[in-house]
């Protein structure tokens, strides 16, 4: 018996860096399907983004004063001024479009859009000269097709539905409405589409924007609870502008306070440290390889519990979207491994000289 547990204990000593990442996705897939369900029940979807912020901010604070009290950052009012204005362009802006856009379209769609966000990241990258292109390389070509090919893979996602499956026609009186929806509907979905991809590329803008300002400010835990703390004020008065219902503000012990808490404790404070561990015990590539897996159970679970119809356009996008990611991503790494091989030989001519 105990070697058993033993063999059981070493097994998931082993894999622990799998099943991390397995409940990451979870987590991702839940913060879909929860924000899908607090916004359809009315709640709005800008004190919504206030609402998670805020208590993202009171999850990670105490971490940030505890465990990073020893590093000292000097904070001046120029990176601060930098500070404020990432948050507002990155997470301010990509949380808000995040859930307006999530009322148009579905919790299956929301979670297939991010698997673009490598390859939108990418693109952005080399617009700002921050990233390079090798066509003569396998690795560069790998690179511009699995962007052209995932970016391609949300557009037939958001704009081509064909039939649905058979085995997923829960309401068979409904199938023709569901094969020929409205015209309005189709143009909410296409509107909430659009909104979808540009929250997209503004949350890659503020991924390319924080290797900078990380250089200058190495304290995370505090750069992600100042980050917090800004986009809830400029979520608050942009919402305070905008929506001049007292009522809006309610929230009571229901699927809108369990939305709010799941989003801004569980994704944003438990999740990030679980990421930041598995990217240092495996890389960036390696945990960016799981992300699939969550449009996997988000759309599993939206034909459960929503009974969602699964279309075969969204089968066809789903599918160029993760390969297009995969692409990019085998081409980043065999970048990396190209450089550091150049890297290491240009050591070994410099210590041969040396000698």
């Not at 860096?17 to 839940?30: E, H, L, N, P, S």
Request: charged share 15%.
């Amino acid at each position: 018996m105990k070697s058993l547990s033993y063999a059981i204990s070493m097994a998931a000593e082993k894999h622990k860096v799998y099943i991390a990442m397995i409940f990451i996705q979870f987590v991702y897939a839940g913060m879909a399907l929860f924000s899908k369900a607090a916004v359809s029940k009315g709640m709005n979807p800008f004190v919504f983004v206030v609402y998670r912020q805020a208590f993202a901010f009171l999850a990670l604070a105490p971490f940030a004063f505890f465990f990073e009290s020893s590093k000292e950052v000097p904070l001046s009012y120029t990176l601060l001024i930098k500070i404020f204005f990432i948050s507002l362009f990155g997470i301010t802006l990509s949380l808000n479009l995040y859930y307006v856009a999530i009322n148009y379209t579905s919790a299956t769609f929301a979670a297939a859009t991010t698997t673009a966000i490598p390859a939108i990241t990418f693109v952005m990258a080399v617009l700002l000269r921050m990233e390079s292109i090798s066509i003569k390389h396998l690795h560069g070509v790998a690179k511009v097709l699995g962007s052209v090919t995932s970016l391609s893979g949300a557009v037939v996602y958001a704009l081509i539905k064909g039939p649905p499956l058979k085995f997923m026609n829960w309401f068979p009186e409904n199938l023709d409405h569901q094969i020929h929806p409205k015209s309005s509907r189709r143009g909410e979905w296409i509107k909430g589409s659009l909104i979808m991809l540009s929250a997209n590329t503004a949350w890659s803008l503020w991924l390319i924007l924080q290797g900078p300002i990380v250089k200058e400010y190495p304290a995370k835990l505090r750069l992600t609870a100042l980050q917090c703390f800004f986009s809830c004020m400029q979520s608050a008065f942009w919402t305070i502008a905008i929506e001049r219902r007292p009522s809006a503000w309610k929230i009571g012990w229901d699927i809108h306070l369990l939305a709010v808490v799941y989003c801004g404790v569980i994704v944003t404070g438990i999740t990030y440290w679980l990421q930041v561990w598995a990217i240092q015990k495996k890389g960036p590539v390696f945990t960016a390889m799981f992300t699939p897996l969550a449009l996997i159970i988000t759309a599993i679970f939206s034909a459960i519990l929503w009974k969602e119809a699964i279309y075969w356009g969204s089968i066809g996008g789903g599918v160029l979207l993760v390969a297009g990611l995969y692409s990019v991503l085998w081409g980043k790494k065999k970048e990396d491994q190209k450089s550091r091989e150049n890297e290491q030989k240009q050591e070994n001519k410099e210590e041969v000289l040396i000698v």
